[in-house]
């Protein structure tokens, strides 16, 4: 396989102004590394919210800046000590912005090698493009057990393991903001009843959503769906019915940026539950959905494998993914398909913004770059 000495990267080069395309070296990888032409890239809320301070300052170290964290391509390049992928293989891949060879949003990145998954050929590279931060995220959220300070986790059992299995067998899970990538994951996916039902077992699984997204909602494991444009306490009043006065011990924010969607989660908990909201720190939800009282505990996140405290669990995953792709398990988001290649992206991520997304995950196919 030739491999080209450039290649087209999608950059920023200042805060505050649109990403362009800019010719960059291809990197080589490292010993533990594999170097993948990228087919796919999908599109994050990061990935517009870095461009201006305060995100600017958190999440670029370095200029210009290259983003994406979610890919999918092939194989082009193995290093030295990779044993568990060759040349030609399809995968998916976790990237990271910390340095500009391992972000997606251009046409070759560099991913160590235990943090990809081969793709089975029913599975499109846009489909697996969706899958890795929304997942990971996810996972970490609610799995890492970690005993490291750091790790903010609910620390449930992780479905992949036998005790995760039962745990939870017939209990409610109530998600808010199911149509988001992150709660199709997160609510209808990795936690059962639904395409995980036969590993843990939720019972029903309710959810929040704009109407015309239940159909997606309900295929994917949700019972039921409720209208997010109600009122916390119209909401509130409607779950003792649903779950036959069962206690909710379990909540997911997928949507943590809405106060009162983070105030919706911690109401609906009986005291002593756990509530997970995908932020990574107390301080970026209100004081009193960080503190909710009644024994009620909180779980935060940074959806990054490549932390010390995160680095297992991330492992842990990814010795998965496959499997549940094989089996139909994990189903990826639908695809919002962006034209032309890295030069859509910055349309694709004004939609984002301006909350024009719903229920899909949007993509770009760099080698498609005009
Ligand atoms: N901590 C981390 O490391 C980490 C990692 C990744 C993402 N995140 C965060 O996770 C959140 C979700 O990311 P994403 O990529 O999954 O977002 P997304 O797919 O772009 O979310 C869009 C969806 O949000 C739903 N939504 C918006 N407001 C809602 C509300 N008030 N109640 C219920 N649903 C609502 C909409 O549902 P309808 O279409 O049905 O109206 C829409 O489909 C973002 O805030 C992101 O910053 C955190």
Redesign the pocket.
């Given at each position: 396989m030739t491999i080209p000495k450039t290649q087209k990267s999608l950059v920023l080069l200042e805060e505050s102004t649109p990403y362009v395309i800019s010719e960059t070296p291809v990197p080589r990888p490292g010993p533990a590394d594999v170097l993948v032409k990228i087919m796919a890239c999908a599109l994050?809320?990061?990935d517009w919210?870095c461009v201006d301070p305060p995100y600017s300052k958190i999440f670029i170290k370095s200029w210009p800046f290259v983003p994406g964290t979610d890919g999918a391509g092939r194989v082009v390049e193995i290093g030295a000590d990779v044993q568990n992928r060759k040349v030609g293989d399809r995968i998916l891949l976790k990237g990271d912005t910390g340095e500009a060879k391992w972000a997606t949003c251009q046409q070759y990145a560099i991913v160590p090698a235990e943090f990809t998954a081969i793709i089975p050929d029913t599975i499109t590279f846009d489909e697996a493009a969706t899958i890795p931060?929304?997942l990971i995220?996810d996972v970490l959220?609610l799995y890492n057990q970690s005993p490291a300070p750091e790790n903010l986790s609910l620390r449930l059992k992780p479905v992949w393991e036998p005790e995760g299995a039962t745990a939870y067998a017939g209990t409610p899970a109530f998600i808010?903001?199911?149509?988001?990538?992150?709660?199709?994951y997160g609510e209808c996916r990795c936690i059962p009843p639904s395409t995980l039902a036969r590993m843990a077992g939720h019972h029903p699984i309710i959810t929040?959503?704009?109407p015309?997204?239940a159909s997606l909602l309900v295929s994917l494991g949700a019972t039921h769906v409720l209208d997010?444009s109600r009122s916390n306490e119209s909401i509130l009043s409607e779950l003792p019915t649903i779950t036959g006065g069962k206690a909710i011990e379990f909540a997911f924010v997928?949507?943590?940026?809405?106060p009162?969607?983070c105030r919706l989660g911690r109401d609906a908990l009986a005291p002593g539950g756990a509530l997970a909201i995908?932020?990574?720190h107390p301080s970026r939800v209100p004081e009193d959905v960080a503190n909710p009282g009644d024994g009620k505990r909180v779980g935060?996140?940074?959806?990054?494998v490549r932390l010390p405290h995160t680095r297992e669990c991330g492992l842990a995953l990814f010795k998965q993914i496959t499997g549940w792709l094989e089996k139909g398990l994990l189903k990826p988001n639908p695809v919002d398909l962006l034209a032309n290649g890295l030069a859509g992206i910055n349309e694709g991520l004004a939609k984002?913004k301006a909350?024009k997304?719903?229920?899909?995950?949007v993509v770009a196919r760099p080698q498609e770059t005009i």
């Open positions: 994050n809320p990061v919210a931060l929304a995220t959220v808010i903001g199911g149509a988001s990538s992150l709660g199709q929040t959503a704009s015309y997204n997010r997928a949507v943590p940026f809405y009162e969607a995908v932020v990574p935060y996140v940074w959806g990054s984002l909350n997304v719903s229920g899909k995950k």
